[in-house]
């Protein structure tokens, strides 16, 4: 697996936050990857810490034996996406992984240090 994260400042919904799929799409970064991404079924509610937000799978086409789960949360107007790369499996498989790994404390000092908390 390869992770991918960065932070978005300003650039969530402030009032709703990353509560739904079409936001999710909006803010995430899975056209980084080129080519066509594919949703494999509705994204998923997740929690990083105190922030709320949502994942999804996708099939990368072209890279049959690569797809990816693209995650995004926020505190407030910023928000934080990351996106995990998988070989030779579908990514909602490493969902808990992933979280756990945002929710350690490197990512989570990351995170408090880039949004100014």
């Known amino acids: 697996m390869t992770l991918y994260v960065r932070a978005k400042i300003g650039f969530c919904n402030c009032e709703t936050g990353v509560s739904d799929d079409a936001e999710l799409e909006r803010i995430g970064d899975i056209e980084l990857l080129g080519g066509t991404a594919t949703a494999q ?34 505190e407030r107007c910023d928000a934080i996406v990351a996106m995990a790369v998988v070989q030779n499996g579908r990514p909602d498989g490493i969902e808990a992984a992933v979280i756990k790994l ?16």
């Open 41 to 74: 079924g509705d994204g998923r509610p997740i929690a990083v810490a105190w922030m709320k937000g949502r994942s999804r799978s996708y099939a990368l086409g072209g890279r049959p034996d690569q797809s990816a789960l693209s995650i995004g949360y926020n």
């Open 102 to 117: 945002l929710n350690g404390p490197t990512l989570m000092r990351w995170a408090e240090l880039t949004l100014g908390l």
